[in-house]
């Protein structure tokens, strides 16, 4: 009997104790722990932006937080990418009637498999039959926003794809790459580059040409371009001597995934007659089907190749700039960079007068590079 109360009294000493810890954390404005949800961790969004790009990501969110800061840290869940939703902005002076942005979840460094990709779809894609029937409402003006959501579906899709490739629970990084932006116009950029209607077949989505071979702008040694004003994303040229091994883009090839034809994806494929600035390498995703909107086949998984840009010269259109910025390792060290330039003389952190080479006066313009009558200070001759 004594030791069957001394084990009640243990037992009410235990509930007493929970009570206490329980009551402890909700004084201390700490909610109950839930052995099931996953500690918050850092995740990342990064933007991988192409040589030319008038629609710029400006913001994303999930369900959980409204502002996802693009390039900076925050914690979350590692269901944060449900409810994803990127916000872009129409640079450019034309109307967005179509577009679609790649979600890349690159691996490790170690690991060489490839990386898994996952489209965001605003209508159809432009270089699809379906964009022909596309809804004329659904636009992105000059100077508006649009958005581009992971819908619950693809959502589902998205995460049996991930588990599937071998990648943890716990995925932290996640790049942006806008694929295909369609135009009212009839153009479209894929990559960066810019396509114009086929004239022998002007209504064909799927039949573009690249704009340098219809206007044949081929330049064997092109340079950097050297002007003060603005040009528009339709002009834009090749700026470097080409890279070995880099091509210019062919075209995106559509494959049927499946003997129906019913799911299928596209194919970047490069033009190995002419060098340029791309090369492709293979990622995983999901084929798609098309019905009011891109679907998710999550039942059918396949290696597609896609688009990588090769490290080249940044358009750079300054004439006082030293040299133009590399894509992928920005300026030389102890050179400042101002958009694409590379600066070797006083250009950040500009503090007015104190900035300026001895014996001079000069006054920072807003970007933060000091000039002295109009003209931007040069290092003083050694």
Same mark, same amino acid.
């Given at each position: 009997? %004594?030791?069957?109360?001394?084990?009640?009294?243990?037992?009410?000493?235990?509930?007493?104790?929970?009570?206490?810890?329980?009551?402890?954390?909700?004084?201390?404005?700490?909610? /109950?722990?839930?052995? #099931?949800?996953?500690?918050?961790?850092?995740?990342?969004?990064?933007? +991988?932006? #192409?040589?030319?790009e008038?629609?710029?990501?400006?913001?994303?969110?999930? +369900?959980?937080?409204?502002?996802?800061?693009?390039?900076?840290? *925050?914690?979350?869940?590692?269901? #944060?990418?449900?409810?994803?939703?990127?916000?872009?902005?129409?640079?450019?002076?034309?109307?967005?009637?179509?577009?679609?942005?790649?979600?890349?979840?690159?691996?490790?460094p170690?690991?060489?498999?490839?990386?898994?990709?996952?489209?965001?779809? *605003?209508?159809?894609?432009?270089?699809?039959?379906? &964009?022909?029937?596309r809804?004329?409402?659904?636009?992105?003006?000059?100077? %508006?926003?649009? @958005? $581009?959501?992971?819908?619950?579906?693809?959502?589902?899709?998205?995460?049996?794809?991930?588990?599937?490739?071998?990648?943890?629970?716990?995925?932290?990084?996640?790049?942006l790459?806008?694929?295909?932006?369609? !135009?009212?116009?009839g153009?479209? $950029?894929?990559?960066?580059?810019?396509?114009?209607?086929? /004239?022998?077949?002007?209504?064909?989505?799927?039949?573009?040409?690249?704009?340098?071979?219809?206007?044949?702008?081929?330049?064997?040694?092109?340079?950097v371009?050297?002007?003060?004003?603005?040009?528009?994303?339709? +002009?834009?040229?090749?700026?470097?001597? *080409?890279?070995?091994?880099? &091509?210019?883009?062919?075209?995106?090839?559509?494959?049927?995934?499946?003997?129906?034809? !019913?799911?299928?994806? #596209?194919?970047?494929?490069?033009?190995? *007659?002419?060098?340029?600035?791309?090369?492709t390498?293979?990622? $995983?995703?999901?084929?798609?089907?098309?019905?009011?909107? @891109?679907?998710?086949?999550?039942?059918?998984?396949?290696?597609?190749?896609?688009?990588?840009?090769c490290?080249?010269?940044?358009?750079?259109?300054?004439?006082?700039?030293? %040299?133009?910025?590399?894509?992928?390792?920005?300026?030389? @060290?102890?050179?400042?960079?101002?958009?694409?330039?590379? &600066?070797?003389?006083?250009?950040?952190?500009?503090?007015?007068?104190?900035?300026?080479?001895?014996g001079?006066?000069?006054?920072?313009?807003?970007?933060?590079?000091?000039?002295?009558?109009?003209?931007?200070?040069?290092?003083?001759?050694?």
């Amino acid at each position: 009997m %004594e030791t069957k109360s001394s084990l009640v009294r243990i037992l009410w000493s235990l509930a007493y104790l929970s009570v206490a810890v329980v009551a402890l954390r909700v004084a201390n404005g700490s909610p /109950p722990s839930r052995p #099931w949800a996953s500690p918050p961790q850092d995740r990342t969004v990064t933007r +991988k932006p #192409w040589r030319v790009e008038p629609v710029k990501v400006v913001a994303a969110r999930n +369900k959980k937080k409204e502002n996802i800061e693009i390039g900076k840290a *925050f914690d979350d869940d590692d269901d #944060w990418l449900e409810g994803f939703t990127v916000t872009v902005i129409n640079t450019s002076d034309k109307t967005v009637t179509a577009m679609n942005i790649e979600m890349v979840f690159r691996r490790e460094p170690s690991d060489s498999r490839p990386p898994v990709a996952q489209d965001l779809y *605003f209508g159809p894609s432009p270089s699809s039959p379906e &964009y022909l029937h596309r809804d004329p409402n659904k636009v992105i003006k000059p100077g %508006e926003n649009g @958005e $581009l959501s992971l819908s619950t579906e693809n959502y589902q899709s998205l995460r049996l794809l991930l588990q599937r490739a071998g990648y943890p629970t716990n995925i932290k990084r996640m790049e942006l790459e806008i694929r295909e932006v369609g !135009f009212e116009d009839g153009s479209m $950029l894929l990559a960066g580059t810019l396509y114009l209607p086929d /004239p022998n077949h002007p209504n064909d989505p799927t039949k573009r040409i690249r704009a340098d071979k219809i206007f044949h702008h081929h330049r064997k040694n092109p340079q950097v371009p050297k002007s003060s004003s603005q040009v528009s994303f339709s +002009k834009a040229s090749l700026t470097s001597a *080409f890279s070995t091994q880099c &091509y210019a883009i062919d075209y995106s090839s559509l494959q049927h995934c499946d003997e129906s034809s !019913f799911c299928h994806t #596209w194919n970047d494929l490069v033009d190995d *007659f002419q060098e340029g600035y791309y090369t492709t390498e293979d990622s $995983l995703v999901n084929c798609t089907y098309t019905s009011n909107g @891109e679907h998710t086949c999550s039942n059918v998984l396949i290696e597609s190749p896609r688009y990588v840009e090769c490290c080249h010269p940044l358009e750079c259109y300054d004439p006082n700039a030293d %040299e133009a910025a590399n894509s992928c390792s920005g300026c030389p @060290e102890d050179y400042d960079q101002i958009g694409n330039c590379c &600066y070797a003389y006083y250009t950040s952190g500009c503090s007015y007068s104190s900035d300026c080479p001895e014996g001079q006066a000069c006054e920072c313009p807003p970007e933060g590079r000091p000039v002295t009558d109009g003209e931007p200070v040069r290092n003083p001759p050694s």
